[in-house]
């Protein structure tokens, strides 16, 4: 939530803090605004709403200021206006501060610092930083070149809560100071100039070599560099790393949304996921290589999946295959319950953490929280830990040893979608290496289904080259329509919610997933023939129970979509409108049965005229609790 990004050099700052922010837009976009330091003072710009109405409040600015911080906000505390936009300033507009995250004890600083004589011009928790930065500015009597600095540090050790900021003074024009706790922000390096952001992605076109900071680490940059330190003021010494990302991979590449684009992608992502895990000439051992992950293996007697959103569905497939495949016992939980009602230890138990960005903040605290209760019971003990990330140099990427990388490239649009197929893929791989080793599954098995886990790539490529256009139809039909049922069983119960969810966010239209068979139990009161029924309806145990609850749908009228196989006549005889996918192993047909719920989200929200890839009140990477 809310992006942040700041940039000290040789350039004019304004363009390229613009540049950054249109990155960090999936990040918030209730209202940006940027602050800039040039021949003595502080020049702030800010507005409500999207970028375009800062970019044109800034048309008139003639900044040559070399050093800048800009901010996209998500809102928390204060309604998305202008007065509480970022940065926010101290009473003599000396001192202008960006933050992602929430301070948590602002009531209490906020009444101290107006009992001070201090005033304040938003409702927001972030301004008490200015304020308190300038009032230790003001008592300061260190040499200039440690004073933001050191004032800037006895304010975070101020602060409670979870931040990311990024400062820059009027009297201090040399230097930005940031600083992390618990909300992620690199420092980028370029030649002559430094820059600083929420996400990689912000600085792509400038530079590929960075630093994460880790939490309670905090940085003075300039021109020539960035020295880091701790909170508690001592210098530490950190290396920034390379990453071959290129800048295309966060280019729209000609489609009309990133979310079609990623849809599109798909295909790629899952050849991609298959080839880094398969090992092409195995021997004796498995065929599948998942690193050090093996390591975990002997010791598992339960697992349980912590995650939210796309990635907690991911966890329902994930716990199906992990349960029915591996036999292994499997919960699944989200993140923001378990933080604060976590189920009893019980020794053997495997904690897995899937978060595509690696910065869910109710992911990480989840995962921080069973890290340290596993600590305390078993000191000592090595920790039984997995994370599924799409971003290796995340804080989920640094909190845990053991990874499996989706590998599905940076996704900008706020639906996930290929991400989602990757934590799919990484799902498969585990439960079938782990099933192969604990031996459920038998060699030949193993490799019969890796053969088709392969052709699944080329299926989804046949449903995006021949089905979109007559999904484009369908969704051209519904695009008033106000609420949407999906219903699915077994391991594609899952996908229903999946659809839901998509559906719901970008095109604001309710839906719900229910699996099939609990319908008669209530929520099949809400049919009638303005609500279409999609109905996952996939060959495989629980087919013929799936097109009979769609058959009980149908008598009350609903209008009934199947995503099923083209070539089973009675599917045709029950669905008003078949989604054709390709047949598969019923294990397998997740990967395929999504995408044309997906696209028909897409064009849903597309025909409505909304902003597929940024959906109002949403952020793509939710890092506030
Ligand atoms: O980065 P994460 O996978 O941890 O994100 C979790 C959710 O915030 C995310 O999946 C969200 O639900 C998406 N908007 C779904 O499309």
């Known amino acids: 939530m809310c992006g942040i990004v700041g940039y000290i050099g040789t350039q004019v700052a304004v363009p390229i803090l613009i540049e950054g922010l249109s990155r960090l837009e999936y990040r918030g976009y209730d209202s940006a605004g940027l602050a800039t330091v040039s021949q003595g003072d502080l020049h702030l710009v800010r507005a409500p709403g999207k970028l375009v109405n800062l970019r044109e409040k800034l048309a008139s600015l003639d900044s040559t200021a070399r050093v800048g911080i800009a901010h996209t906000r998500w809102a928390t505390h204060g309604k998305p206006e202008e007065r509480n936009a970022h940065p926010h300033i101290d009473g003599h507009t000396r001192v202008a501060v960006v933050q992602n995250g929430i301070v948590e004890n602002h009531r209490v600083l906020r009444e101290h610092l107006e009992a001070a004589g201090c005033t304040f011009t938003s409702d927001t928790d972030t301004e008490v930083i200015p304020h308190l930065i300038a009032q230790h500015l003001a008592q300061s009597t ?95 010494t950190r290396y920034p790393r390379t990453l071959d990302w290129s800048p295309a991979l966060v280019e729209k590449q ?77 919960t699944v939980h989200y993140a923001s319950e378990f933080r604060y009602s976590p189920p009893p230890l019980q020794p053997g138990t495997l904690t897995i953490g899937v978060t595509q960005s690696g910065e869910t903040a109710d992911t990480l605290a989840a995962l921080e929280m069973e890290v340290h209760r596993c600590q ?151 049919l009638d023939p303005q609500v279409p029924v999609v109905t996952l309806a996939l060959p495989g145990s629980v087919f013929e129970k799936v097109l009979s609850n769609a058959q009980e749908a149908k008598a009350r009228d609903a209008r009934l979509i199947g995503v099923g196989p083209a070539d089973d006549p009675h599917v045709h005889e029950v669905f008003h409108t078949l989604l054709p996918v390709p047949t598969l192993p019923e294990l397998l047909s997740p990967l395929v049965a999504v995408v044309p719920l997906q696209l028909l989200a897409y064009y849903i929200a597309a025909h409505r005229g909304l902003d597929v890839d940024q959906p109002r009140n949403l952020a793509k990477s939710v890092t506030v609790e």
């Open 142 to 236: 260190l040499p200039r070149y440690m004073a933001l600095l050191e004032a800037v540090r006895q304010t975070v050790n101020q602060l409670q809560g979870a931040f990311a900021i990024a400062v820059v003074a009027a009297d201090y024009p040399d230097e930005i100071i940031v600083a992390r706790q618990q909300a992620p922000l690199v420092v980028g390096f370029g030649q002559g100039e430094v820059f600083c952001a929420s996400d990689t992605t912000a600085l792509l076109s400038h530079t590929q070599a960075f630093l994460s900071l880790e939490n309670g680490e905090m940085a003075r940059l300039t021109p020539l560099g960035a020295e880091v330190y701790s909170f508690a003021g001592e210098r530490l």
């Open 254 to 330: 000609g489609f009309r949304h990133f979310m079609l684009k990623e849809i599109y992608e798909q295909p790629g992502v899952v050849r991609a996921c298959l080839e880094s895990h398969l090992i092409q000439e195995p021997t004796d051992g498995s065929p599948l290589c998942l690193g050090t992950v093996t390591e975990l293996y002997p010791t598992i007697e339960r697992i349980q999946i912590v995650a939210c959103g796309t990635s907690w569905h991911a966890g329902l497939v994930g716990r199906h295959l992990l349960e029915q495949v591996a036999g292994i016992p499997t």
């Open 376 to 526: 305390v019971a078993w000191p000592g003990r090595p920790l039984a830990f997995l994370g599924i990330t799409n971003r290796l140099e995340s804080s989920l990427g640094r909190l845990l040893p053991h990874l499996i990388h989706t590998q599905a490239g940076i996704e900008i649009g706020v639906a996930a979608t290929k991400t989602f197929a990757a934590q799919l893929v990484a799902f498969y791989l585990l439960a079938f290496d782990l099933a192969f080793q604990r031996g459920k599954l038998d060699r030949n098995a193993l490799q019969d289904i890796l053969n088709h886990l392969q052709q699944v790539p080329s299926q989804i490529e046949w449903i995006l080259e021949t089905q979109a256009e007559a999904i484009e139809h369908l969704a051209h039909e519904f695009r008033d329509v106000h609420n949407v049922v999906y219903l699915g069983r077994g391991i594609n119960f899952p996908i229903a919610l999946e659809g839901a969810l998509k559906l719901k966010e970008i095109s604001y239209i309710h839906a719900e997933g229910y699996p099939a068979g609990e319908m008669k139990h209530g929520p099949i009161a809400l």
